[in-house]
Antibody
Framework: QVQLVESGGGVVQPGRSLRLSCAAS????????MHWVRHVPGKGLEWMAA????????QYGDSVKGRFTISRDNSENALFLQINSLRSEDTAVYHC????????????WGQGTAVTVSS | EIVMSQSPATLSVSPGERATLSCRAS??????LAWYHQKPGQAPRLLIY???YRASDGPARFSGSGSGTEFTLSISSLQSEDFGIYYC?????????FGGGTKVE
């Protein structure tokens, strides 16, 4: 079964760090670029970060550049997002999504993991 | 950054009726546009890419059109499972950006 399953979310205090994970299965993970997209309930979707199929290049949205780091482990079929210096505005559901090419649409999404930043 | 704008914000449609959603890009993006459908508590699902190509499991009642800066998603006969929020997304240039969404109710 082709799927993406996120984990690692929770309630975190402002200023702390968090590492999100995404487990991929049912397809050849190392052939695809991968992305993180967040959804603030009541607001829209915001693309966060992308990583090429081999992990050699990354792109970030302006609002998270310098605080977020995307990485992957193709031997474990896993994608990661390290979030530092968490802010209240980072509260959202974080989805991992599969791209085709590096600059591309998202043809598959995980259900998401919720992050709440609160003291 | 390419700004994506969607209209209307909310669309009230009855089952069986036709729905037309619009998406505008702040600069020319060619055909590099995708449409997604999201229901509450669920992940978004790709419907259309390349402005008019239907995703592999996309129903035939969905169709996309447009190029450059003006795009349209049409639903020929709305079904109950089609209610929710529709987003457009450009993948012409970094950063990837989404429209604010159209809620179909």
């Amino acid at each position: 079964q082709v799927q993406l399953v996120e984990s690692g979310g929770g309630v975190v205090q402002p200023g702390r760090s968090l590492r999100l994970s995404c487990a991929a299965s049912g397809f050849t993970f190392s052939h695809y670029a991968m992305h993180w997209v967040r959804h603030v309930p009541g607001k829209g979707l915001e693309w966060m970060a992308a990583i090429s199929y081999d992990g050699s290049t990354q792109q970030y949205g302006d609002s998270v550049k310098g605080r977020f780091t995307i990485s992957r482990d193709n031997s474990e079929n896993a994608l990661f997002l390290q979030i530092n210096s968490l802010r209240s505005e980072d509260t959202a559901v974080y989805h991992c999504a599969r791209g085709g090419d590096y600059l591309d649409k998202f043809d598959m999404w995980g259900q998401g993991t919720a992050v709440t930043v609160s003291s | 950054e390419i700004v994506m704008s969607q209209s209307p914000a909310t669309l009230s449609v009855s089952p069986g009726e036709r729905a037309t959603l619009s998406c505008r890009a702040s600069q020319n993006i060619g055909y590099n546009l995708a449409w997604y459908h999201q229901k509450p508590g669920q992940a978004p699902r790709l419907l259309i890419y390349g402005s008019f190509y239907r995703a592999s499991d996309g129903p035939a009642r969905f169709s996309g059109s447009g190029s450059g800066t003006e795009f349209t998603l049409s639903i020929s006969s709305l079904q109950s499972e089609d209610f929710g929020i529709y987003y457009c997304q450009q993948y012409h240039k970094w950063p990837l950006t989404f429209g604010g969404g159209t809620k179909v109710e």
